[in-house]
């Protein structure tokens, strides 16, 4: 359709549509940071924290929609080739792309205004999602071109939401690095099965690569192998956290483990909720699974079980002593 021939209604229609405010279900990534920040400040939680955290979810939304807007003008030359996101509003050429980058540049700046009133170290935090969703879609980066590095770059955003959630409540603790990049690898692991589910529904590896141009350095075969390794690498600094901070949370390892198996099971399906995130909660094995392993993290991080430091007292001593 010619941008010539839309409807004000459909034009105000597609405007909203490329913010995807859909795809706010997302922001449950910043929960962890919130929950795992009480859980170490020990303080109350106060009315300040409220404030800050409705405060904090508005800026966080009005800044992923911005990156939303831009992935959605720059990519629409590359979903008028896929099966299903051709139908997108900008694929269809429904969106007037200099009014959209004004949409892009005003939604992060009320973004930033709003993460100003709580804490520079939020604003901070913002800023790089922001700066992120630059570097993934805008060329000469445009790092979603490239692969392996396409899922590193916009798995990023789990630690940068993960902080964004611990800056709502805890400006002044500085957030356990092993926790922050356990959050990034277990975001690369779904993201590299987001991979595989949409190469593997292509069917077609040079239909694949006109569209993604990551995926003509991919296969099935290397994207199953790079989602061992992000999961692997994943639960090795969630050990490293749980030794280091909170040893009751070794008790939810089977939990975690069980989705991820879910998860990746899922991943084969046809027109997998895998390719689509904010689609997810249609699987309600998974949701049960989600909601267990939340309600089971979240009691462990508030209890204490001296006989878990027992029984995992080191029985040799350590190298060197």
């Given amino acids: 359709m010619s ?34 920040a009480l859980s170490m400040s020990g303080g109350p939680f ?9 405060l904090g979810f508005l800026a966080t939304t009005l800044i992923a929609c911005s990156n939303y807007v831009i992935n959605e003008v720059l990519d629409a030359p590359f979903d008028r080739l896929h099966p299903v996101k051709r139908f997108r509003p900008a694929a269809r050429g429904n969106v007037n792309v200099p009014l959209a980058y004004v949409q892009w540049v005003a939604m992060m700046l009320m973004g930033i205004a709003i993460s100003w009133q709580i804490s520079i170290q939020f604003t901070i935090a913002a800023a790089a999602l922001w700066i992120m969703g630059c570097i993934y879609n805008i060329r000469p980066f445009r790092t979603k071109d490239v692969a392996y590095l396409d899922v590193v770059t916009e798995s990023i955003n789990n ?18 690095a092993s926790l922050l990049c356990c959050y990034w690898m277990l975001g690369c692991y779904f993201m590299a099965l987001k991979r ?4 593997r529904e292509i069917g077609n590896a040079g239909t694949a690569g006109a569209y993604r141009n990551s995926f003509k350095k991919y296969t099935e075969r290397s994207l199953l192998e790079s989602v061992t390794f992000y999961a692997s690498f994943a639960m090795l600094l969630f050990g490293a956290f749980i030794a280091r901070y909170r040893l009751e949370l070794i008790l939810s390892f089977p939990f975690v ?47 204490h079980i001296p006989l878990l430091a027992r029984l995992f007292t080191p029985s040799v001593p350590p190298a060197g002593h």
Wanted: proline share 7%; glycine share 2%.
């Fill in 3 to 36: 941008e010539d021939h839309v409807s004000l209604l459909d034009r105000i229609s597609a405007h909203l549509a490329i913010a995807r405010l859909d795809h706010s279900i997302k922001n449950v990534f910043v929960l962890p940071g919130i929950v795992v």
């Fill in 46 to 54: 106060t009315a300040e924290m409220a404030r800050n955290i409705l």
């Fill in 159 to 176: 630690p940068l939401r993960m902080l964004l959630g611990w800056y709502m409540v805890a400006p002044s603790l500085i957030p356990p």
């Fill in 196 to 199: 595989f589910s949409e190469f």
């Fill in 257 to 303: 483990a069980l989705m991820m198996t879910t998860y990746f099971d899922l991943a084969f399906e046809p027109n997998s909720s895998v390719q689509n995130p904010e689609k997810l909660y249609r699987e309600p094995v998974l949701m049960v699974e989600l909601i267990l392993t939340s309600a089971v993290i979240t009691y462990l991080l508030f209890i």
